[in-house]
């Protein structure tokens, strides 16, 4: 049976739909981002639920018993279902809310965590749902999303169900959506009963794909679809004209600006350091501060007075060194916000503030921290306007700086810092700690916000959470450091 969710895998690629439809145990496990992502969409249904309170809540497997009691409600007389589920020519949908109408007709309201309508994949999924629950019998009159109220107010109880989201009638984009959609399945099912996988060319979504170790076992090394920033679309241009991997290029003309330096690199096994990069690191006036920040911006507020995904600071991290040439020890300083009852946004800005005031010079990698400032600025929390201003004068991103002027061959396609520090100092790992990345760090932070927590296990999260952020800024210093000892220009790979 075709789901919503693997339909959707077959959208880029037919060949992850075939592993996901025959071979699902090739599939890793999911990550805590995706766990996480799942976590507060149930919470989000759970809530949007409150507010029909007259609903029933169906079984949702095994998928016989759900279909079986989706069956009997139907045929009953409750005003509301929640999570029915439908199958019908190989295809099976849940439904998030099916409100009756009088005329025996019924309302299709999905629920998303979102804050608005997104064209289309927000009505492709209800045109899925619509096409199974028209081969089922089942009439629909129209068809609603339900989401989040950017603008609800927090007051610090329980979360007001009715306040929380708003909705939108979707009724008219939904069927115009049906028809294409309902021809973009035959192949779909087609591929359901198909034996071989079947033929695919690489593209930058293999990146993340569960299947890739199996699917990529017997593919040239070299592929384009690898270089850094390059698209969906460039890959699928370079393929039709014959170019899907490094070998295939004669000339770097024949690859976008974006991507000529990296071909070159790679091509040539020789990295490129940009000079001018070296030149403007050794003109960083000192004090220099090497300075990373961890937030959450959950989609229900956690402080009284905060609005849905409002990016709310809670830990910052700073080494100091006295100029460009000290051989000192960095000093580190850092700020950590443990009161669960208290808004951590104006202790942040105020410690923040009181820890940059000697550095001349600010070290950042992307411009996360601006913008982070920019809205702590425009919500009016105190030094807000300071902290952005100072940011703003004698910020420098080491990110902006180096990416598409500077590439090595072991950055391995990417600009991220998780990239980049190991090829410019490979003494440098997260492997030994329990909190290796930011999405990691918002979730155990949030699981200290949790009331449920114990004071054992919140200890353990300030250890974890602090031993993180200080490694992210020693490593924008290493980072700092390597690439101010880096040969400038061409030098060979891996020197």
């Not at 029915?84 to 965590?113: H, M, P, Q, Y």
């Not at 976008?256 to 330096?261: A, D, V």
């Not at 580190?332 to 443990?338: A, F, G, I, Q, V």
Request: hydrophobic share 40%.
């Amino acid at each position: 049976m075709i789901t919503k969710s693997l339909f959707q895998q077959f959208r880029p690629c037919a060949k992850r739909f075939w592993y996901a439809t025959h071979r699902p145990d090739l599939a890793k496990k999911l990550s805590p981002d995706q766990l996480a992502y799942m976590k507060i969409g149930q919470a989000i249904g759970e809530l949007a639920r409150q507010n029909f309170p007259t609903g029933v809540l169906l079984p949702t497997g095994p998928q016989e018993m759900a279909l079986a009691h989706t069956a009997v409600a139907v045929e009953g007389d409750a005003p509301v279902l929640f999570e029915a589920t439908f199958a019908a020519e190989e295809l099976v949908t849940r439904c998030d809310i099916l409100e009756r109408n009088a005329d025996g007709t019924w309302t299709l309201i999905e629920v998303k965590s979102g804050v608005r309508v997104k064209e289309p994949d927000h009505i492709e999924d209800v045109a899925f749902q619509a096409i199974v629950l028209r081969a089922a019998g089942i009439r629909i009159r129209d068809y609603r999303l339900m989401h989040v109220d950017r603008d609800y107010t927090h007051d610090g109880g329980p979360y007001d169900a009715a306040t929380l989201f708003t909705s939108a009638d979707i009724t008219g984009l939904v069927m115009e959506m049906i028809p294409r959609l309902t021809a973009d399945l035959e192949p779909v099912r087609a591929m359901l009963h198909q034996e071989e996988a079947p033929a695919f060319e690489p593209n930058t979504y293999c990146r993340d794909c569960d299947f890739r170790e199996n699917c990529h076992a017997n593919l040239p090394e070299g592929g384009l679809w690898k270089l850094p920033g390059i698209n969906v679309n460039s890959v699928r241009k370079l393929a039709s004209q014959g170019l899907r991997v490094i070998d295939d290029v004669t000339t770097a003309e024949q690859l976008s600006p974006s991507n000529r330096l990296a071909y070159r690199v790679i091509s040539g096994q020789q990295d490129f350091t940009d000079p001018d990069l070296i030149k403007q690191l050794e003109r960083l006036p000192g004090p220099i501060g090497f300075v990373d920040f961890e937030a959450i911006d959950p989609a229900l507020p956690k402080f009284v007075g905060h609005h849905p995904y409002e990016r709310v600071p809670f830990q910052w991290s700073l080494h100091v060194i006295p100029d460009a040439d000290s051989s000192q020890e960095p000093e580190w300083r850092d700020y950590l916000h443990t009161d669960v009852n208290q808004d951590p946004r104006v202790a942040f800005a105020a410690t923040l503030w009181e820890a940059v005031q000697d550095c001349a010079s600010l070290v950042f990698y992307s411009d996360y921290e601006v913008a982070t400032l920019k809205m702590l600025k425009d919500a009016g929390v105190p030094y807000g306007q300071e902290l952005y201003n100072k940011f703003k004068t004698v910020g420098y991103d080491l990110y902006k700086a180096i990416k598409g002027k500077t590439y090595w061959t072991s950055f391995n396609g990417s600009y991220s810092i998780k990239n980049v520090l190991p090829a410019v100092n490979p003494a440098i790992s997260y492997k030994s700690l329990n909190v290796q990345n930011g999405a990691v760090a918002v979730q155990v932070y949030e699981e200290y916000l949790d009331p449920t927590t114990s004071d054992e296990k919140r200890a353990a999260i300030v250890d974890d959470l602090r031993a993180y952020c200080q490694l992210d800024t020693y490593a924008m210093l290493a980072l700092y450091q390597g690439f101010r000892a880096a040969v400038p220009g061409w030098a060979p790979a891996n020197a």
